[in-house]
């Protein structure tokens, strides 16, 4: 398989705007915050065609709470870790992974952090998107691709909390 990179499409941020607003009618109070996450949140950088929406929830069991409302939006349960839980579905002809996790958890602080600091730094944006190519290049596998990012992707997190004073980059 290819990694899949195409140029920042200003209409992920519509599709992601009206799948947010579906999931917070799904989940009502349940779900404490919805955000766009990961690349296609990051206006003019190269992007994997999946919108990333992060939905924050104030306790990660029971499942059932999150699950029946994302299924009936036609979002399947696809992997659950300690302290992660991902759906994936599509909207419009595009892919999504809804990533379900408790506010306040590290991964959730992770995700927003690194792209408020990408939003914020078009450099370091620029950077990211060259490493993405780089890496696309080299590898066919999906998770081998997110793993040859994860320690730029720590770095520039860490680089945010320090930004910030911080110690959500840690």
Not at 66 to 82: E, F, I, M, N, V
Not at 109 to 128: C, G, K, Q, T, V
Not at 138 to 143: N, P, Q, Y
Not at 167 to 170: E, I, S
């Given at each position: ?16 705007e ?41 306790r ?5 709470v ?20 991902l759906?994936?579905?599509s ?17 959730a ?25 780089a890496l ?11 793993e ?15 930004t910030?004073?911080d110690?959500?980059?840690?």
């Open positions: 398989m290819v990694i899949q990179l195409l140029p920042h499409d200003p209409a992920w941020a519509g599709l992601y009206t799948a947010a607003e579906e999931i917070r009618r799904a989940l009502g109070p349940r779900g404490l915050r919805v955000e766009h996450v990961g690349s296609t949140a990051v206006p003019g950088i190269v992007a994997k065609p999946t919108i990333d929406v992060l939905i924050l929830v104030e990660y069991d029971p499942e059932a999150y699950r029946s409302p994302l299924a009936s939006l036609g979002y399947t349960h696809h992997h659950r870790d300690d302290v992660h839980v759906f994936k579905g909207r419009g002809g595009v892919a999504f992974n809804v990533h379900v996790v408790e506010e306040g958890a590290a991964d602080s992770m995700m927003i952090a690194f792209r408020d600091y990408l939003r914020s730094h078009p450099d370091e944006a620029r950077r990211y998107e060259e490493l993405k190519l696309a290049g080299r590898h066919s596998d999906a998770t081998a691709y997110a040859a990012k994860s320690s730029y992707v720590r770095k520039v997190v860490r680089q945010a909390g320090s910030r004073g110690a959500a980059g840690t």
